[in-house]
């Protein structure tokens, strides 16, 4: 967005080198509400949007989102042999913090207790590939986080964490996702013994979620399903809305 802006101002042609998106093969989540926009969420989208970078450069185009209803010039070199039901593997890992495959697979869904006290495996050897608290009430996995390289100061550092071990899930079924897992979101707000610091109090939670439904719906009671019942007819509108912008044939 912001290189694109800049290149708005400044009537330069940006060219983009368009590469496969690893979670290019599902869209879901709640779409991002103006009111909570922030470096970490710029636009009206899903948190999982599953659009190529250069799909969604497109997109920010056409959709008028850049300053002053800007267009930036745009070139998109697209990718050979590449559709949104290929499950591409990366070749090099993105961040120490996800160190292969699996963490890029789980991430859409471990990345809301970021905004919680519940830590996804920083300054561990598999990061966003567990979780765990201090303050679950049970949990069938235990770790303790460290200062190590990409997490010098992990969330709970020294202190032992209860909870759940997702290397134990199926490679396989990782890469037939159709959906955010919000049932250990859900299972963690309930079994925390701190419920009312369960969300920071510093709003990121709700500006990972785009909105602050999601969070209020949790403390409401709401289950996972009747959370995503909730933004389905605003998906199925971004859906409508992606159709315009793929470049490369869609997953269904």
């Not at 979670?23 to 103006?34: A, R, S, T």
């Not at 299972?187 to 709003?203: G, I, M, R, V």
Request: aromatic residues 12%; neutral net charge; charged residues 20%.
């Amino acid at each position: 967005h912001y290189v694109m802006e800049a290149c708005a101002e400044n009537n330069i042609t940006l060219i983009v080198l368009d590469r496969p998106n690893p979670n290019g093969f599902y869209v879901d989540g709640p779409i991002l509400e103006n009111s909570f926009k922030s470096f970490v969420g710029m636009h009206p989208v899903p948190v999982v949007h599953g659009l190529t970078i250069g799909e969604y450069a497109n997109m920010i185009n056409g959709q008028n989102w850049l300053d002053n209803e800007n267009e930036c010039s745009l070139k998109v070199v697209t990718c050979l042999n590449y559709n949104h039901k290929t499950k591409y593997s990366l070749p090099i890992p993105p961040s120490p913090n996800l160190p292969n495959m699996r963490s890029v697979y789980l991430y859409p869904s471990l990345c809301f207790f970021e905004g919680t006290n519940i830590s996804i495996g920083r300054g561990t050897d598999f990061p966003f590939q567990a979780y765990g608290s201090p303050n679950l009430k049970d949990g069938e996995f235990n770790f303790t986080p460290i200062s190590k390289f990409g997490a010098k100061n992990p969330k709970h550092k020294g202190v032992l964490c209860v909870g759940n071990d997702l290397r134990k899930l199926k490679m396989d079924s990782l890469t037939v996702i159709k959906e955010l897992n919000l049932n250990w979101l859900v299972s963690c707000y309930h079994n925390s013994t701190l419920t009312t610091d369960f969300f920071n109090k510093n709003n990121f939670f709700n500006l990972l979620a785009g909105t602050d439904k999601l969070m209020n719906l949790i403390k409401g009671g709401a289950n996972a399903s009747q959370i995503r019942d909730t933004y389905q007819k605003d998906l199925i509108k971004f859906k409508e809305l992606r159709k315009k912008y793929l470049l490369y044939d869609d997953f269904e």
